[in-house]
């Protein structure tokens, strides 16, 4: 199987085109450095992303909290992992930081608060 | 409570939170935010998504993550921080720059100050802007907005979607939008390149097969109520529409990520002459605008694409601002800066003689092995070679220290041999 995807190491963005068959890398051309071997490898290979998103917040400042996985995952579970934060409910207030779910869809990546959401009344005007 | 200040922010977005902080290590007290909104940060809290902060904290982080960690830092200050409160005018009488403030708690104020630090930010480009022929149906918004309404706020603006711009807040809705079950039909873009950063070409567009229409614009709008489609045209390298070739797609949301400029009523007031290229003041190596002791930084300075560099200006101009307010800062009689090939705009306009100074820009369109050259009276300043250089990569440098008065040209060359 053939695939061109373009490489993100740098602003020069190669298209690179990668040849494999049965999670095997063959050949990889379009690179203009050596890093774009690695990227390409593992793109195709084992495509991670860090996700974030957003879960429902009741009584705080706003009503949505900002979350984003502890590190990448699996570029597949990505629909997952939002489809799971939205079906969540939680409660101000909330610190930066805080680990949301562990291991959230198995994907090996805690869930995590990125910001701080006060109570409503803590900064009523 | 005394109403002469010291340092006057306006804006506590990035641009405002690190100029508060490098006028605190400065030494300098009496400094005043004064913010619209309910709370600091600015756009940073609406910008979930990562890849904020390489440069300047060496790690990978979201939006909320790199606002938080400035607004502690401010914290931690002795900056008086007015959130609910608008500046609705600033002009300078007799030496002191006066703000007319507007708050939800205080109610109207005025303050004089002895620098002002402009820290307003950009806002998006709408459809009248750029003059989209076509019904006036609900359902056409910016992609900034439609970012606060899912992210902020918790609602979806539509199920299907096409995104007129390539810019990268059009590109990052495109994901955010999929990922939350929203069919994303397109991503349509007048130039033929697009306009936002490589990453978010791949991690945006091609993780979910999202087609991006390069040198195609929306040629018109139909809907009654809703918006229920739009027609679609091809461009040729003219930039002109080719009749024959257009096709319409079905949507109930047309997202608009047509650019972006720096918001500058309340400098124009102030008397602070703009640049035309960068729709932002004129500055000089100091950041400081036409009007002496109105300092700018930051995206109402010139529309930045990272960050990093936003709060690294903001830092600039405040240690300037602190100069100017300690009656140390002396320079006179610039060298003048003029933008050449390629150079779509550049600022400052003004550097001064034995001092180095940090130079951005950004290039006329995309160009693969070329030289950037700083050249003065024929000799070489500075000089960089470039593999590509893109619109939408911001370029900077730093200028040598230079004697003398006669001005630099600053522009984009093939390898002198």
New interface residues.
Partial sequence: MTDTIICTVCPLGCSLIVEHKNKTIQSISGNRCKRGIAYGEQEILDPKRVVTTTVKIDGGIIPMLSVKTSAPVERGKMTEIVRSASQMRLHAPVEIGTVIEKNICSSGADLIATRNVAKISDSAC | MNNNINVAIIGGGPAGLAAACTLYEQGICDVHIFERE??LGGVL?QC???GFGIHHFKE?L????Y??RYIQKVNKTDTFVHT?TAVIDLYRENEALTLVLLG??EGLQVFTARAVILAMGCRERNRGNINIPGSRPAGIMTAGFAQRM?????YLPGKEIIILGSGDIGLIMARRLS???VNVQGVVEIQPFPGG???N???CL??FHIPLYLSHTISNIFGKQRIDSVEITAIDNQLEPDTKNRFTLPCDTLLLSVGLVPENELSVKAGVILDEATRGPVVDANCMTTVPGIFACGNVLHVHDIVDYVSEEAARAARTAAQFVNKSLTDKDGIRMLAGNLVRYMLPTKVYTGKPTIVSLRPITPVEDIVLYAKRNGEIVYKKKY??I?PS?MIQFELPALSGIEPVEVFFAGEET
């Fill in positions: 309910h709370v809290f979930i998504h990562n990978e979201t939006g909320p993550e606002a938080e609910d939800s708690k899912v992210n902020l706020e918790g990922l939350e079950g950063l490589t990453r070409i791949v991690q091609n993780d593999q590509k893109l990569s």
